[in-house]
T-cell receptor, first 114, second 118 residues
Framework: AQKITQTQPGMFVQEKEAVTLDCTYD???????LFWYKQPSSGEMIFLIY??????QNATEGRYSLNFQKARKSANLVISASQLGDSAMYFC???????????FGQGTTLQVKP | GAVVSQHPSWVICKSGTSVKIECRSL??????MFWYRQFPKQSLMLMAT?????????EQGVEKDKFLINHASLTLSTLTVTSAHPEDSSFYIC??????????????FGPGTRLTVL
């Protein structure tokens, strides 16, 4: 079985500061992928970053980086230099190679303060 | 990136009627599409996996007779909510993977359909 846990229902961050959104996971698959998506109030799901379970380096995409700690089964998202437009709901997700299904955590609502 | 469209973007219907939602991959072929449901401020819940030319695979607890899924072509999947009731009101989102893309790991999402059942 697969499970994704996001324990922060809501977070605040000051504009231009960095913020870390937590994500832990559990799976019996040896190979899996971890994803982060952003969902603004419009509802669209915006893909941010991907980390494969066998990737040795942490993934980075512009201001987004994924702090992958395999032994601790955590895949935290770090957003550097927060912008007002970063205010949204953020979802951590996982897809195991055996199931092929992308399942989501509960989400974290991030609010960036000016 | 690849584009997934959904139609309609929102729909209001009376209780007891059926509603069809279309999901299209516009610039790629999607052998597999996924349907999710999302209640306000909650997570996306996977309802079913739709494979082109075969029956959909439903997640536990999802009524297959209520949520009819058809994946007739490599670019189109439909979700029909039959005999809709107010508790079916939700945000329905489809998703697809582009197997021909070098960024295969990405899963692309449609903009969602907001269903309100009166």
């Amino acid at each position: 079985a697969q499970k994704i846990t996001q324990t922060q229902p809501g977070m605040f961050v000051q504009e231009k500061e960095a913020v870390t959104l937590d994500c832990t996971y559990d799976t019996s698959d040896q190979s899996y992928g971890l994803f982060w998506y952003k969902q603004p109030s419009s509802g669209e799901m915006i893909f941010l970053i991907y980390q494969g379970s066998y990737d040795e380096q942490n993934a980075t995409e512009g201001r987004y980086s994924l702090n992958f700690q395999k032994a601790r089964k955590s895949a935290n998202l770090v957003i550097s230099a927060s912008q007002l437009g970063d205010s949204a709901m953020y979802f951590c997700a996982m897809r195991g190679v055996n199931t092929g299904k992308l399942i989501f955590g509960q989400g974290t609502t991030l609010q960036v303060k000016p | 990136g690849a584009v997934v469209s959904q139609h309609p973007s929102w729909v209001i219907c009376k209780s007891g009627t059926s509603v069809k939602i279309e999901c299209r991959s516009l610039d790629f072929q999607a052998t597999t599409m996924f349907w999710y449901r999302q209640f306000p401020k909650q997570s996306l819940m996977l309802m079913a996996t739709s494979n082109e030319g075969s029956k959909a695979t439903y997640e536990q607890g999802v009524e297959k007779d209520k949520f009819l899924i058809n994946h007739a072509s490599l670019t189109l999947s439909t979700l029909t909510v039959t005999s809709a009731h107010p508790e079916d009101s939700s945000f329905y989102i489809c998703s697809a993977r582009d197997r021909g893309s070098p960024t295969y790991n990405e899963q692309f999402f449609g903009p969602g359909t907001r269903l309100t059942v009166l």
